[in-house]
């Protein structure tokens, strides 16, 4: 809990950056495993010497699966200059601040610094887009969140909506359409870099109690990292105006209170109360919210969020 509402604390009212959050977690995770105390050593580690042997698919290990140097250096060269080529491009081609560049870098970062699912990787891309790069508005962000929830995997079709977005807004030589591809190509290219380097490896690791250790502790301030983003969608949803709390460290917004907006506020407790109270389903509180949100679009009672 501690380690969660650290994270929050740090993302929400500091703005300290995503990776630097998860780094410290895991260094403190690790530090935490191997010095022995129980807080960072779970059940699961404690009990790997019993549970090992089921693990394993028999008593021998298949050929692909033997660890190689040699063959972990070609698979990693080859995945890394897959990785690599598209960026390498740009950079080459357009020039270190040039948009496309710009994307492949960043998202190139995302691949490799965001751990816990989709909705951490949205915390980060969020802050960034939004504040950083200010590729996006507020509302736009909002509006490219909500088009990927009616889908079970909301990850790809954001990261292509914020880099299409990104082109779009800075217009040159190139169309935004590649600048989606290049999103995804530099966000899940890396995947098979990780899965086809570290399979071999992953049996031995299971074992690693100080790895253990950085892991769980980096899944936990992963929790507060997703409930920063949780607040921050509520604030730029039912608030029309935010103001920005800057000084002695902080960095934050606070929204303005005579600018809530009704119709969004009632949406998200009736809601609240159909999922928690009343128990209905996930599919039928969105298709209940999204009919009212386009009546209340249609008489003119509300604006999209992008235009808001």
């Known amino acids: ?17 995503f990776p630097l959050i998860v780094l410290t ?36 290990v298949p050929d692909h699966a033997e660890i190689s140097v040699r063959r972990s250096v070609r698979t990693a060269s080859l995945w890394a200059a897959a990785w690599a080529a598209p960026v390498a491009f740009v950079f080459l081609t ?5 948009v496309f560049t710009q ?3 960043f998202f190139s970062k995302m691949a490799v610094v965001t751990f816990g699912g ?12 939004v504040d950083g790069f ?16 009616t889908t079970p995997g909301p ?27 290049l999103t995804t190509w530099v966000t899940f290219t890396p995947c098979f870099l990780w899965i086809f380097l570290g399979a071999p490896y992953i049996e031995r690791l299971r ?49 303005v209170v005579a600018s809530v907006d009704g119709f969004a506020l009632s949406l998200s407790i009736a809601a609240a109360l159909a999922l928690f109270r009343f128990r209905a389903g996930l599919l039928q509180t969105l298709a209940g919210c999204s009919a009212a949100g386009i009546a209340l679009y249609m008489v003119g009672a509300i604006q999209s969020a992008g235009h808001a």
């Open 207 to 255: 074992g690693n109690e100080a790895l253990n250790g950085a892991l769980s502790t980096i899944t936990a301030a992963v929790v507060g990292v997703i409930l920063n983003l949780a607040i921050w969608f509520a604030i730029h949803s039912m608030f029309r105006q935010t103001y920005a709390v800057r000084g002695f460290g902080f960095d934050f917004e606070v929204p």
């Open 134 to 149: 200010h590729w996006l508005k507020p509302g736009e962000m909002l509006d490219g969140l909500g088009m990927a929830e």
């Open 155 to 181: 990850l790809i079709m954001v990261l292509q909506f914020v880099g299409f977005m990104a082109a779009y807004r800075n217009p040159g030589e190139l169309p935004p359409l590649l600048a989606g591809l």
């Open 103 to 105: 994307i492949g870098v």
């Open 118 to 129: 989709a909705y951490a990787a949205l915390a980060y891309v969020a802050q960034q887009a």
């Open 25 to 60: 977690a895991g260094v403190l995770g690790y530090a935490g495993a191997c010095s022995g105390r129980p807080a960072f050593v779970g059940a699961k580690t404690r009990d790997t010497e019993t549970a090992a042997p089921a693990s394993r698919l028999g008593e021998g």
């Open 1 to 17: 809990f501690g380690v969660a509402a650290s994270a929050f604390v740090a993302i929400f009212f500091f703005d300290i950056a």
């Open 94 to 98: 357009l020039g270190p601040d040039h």
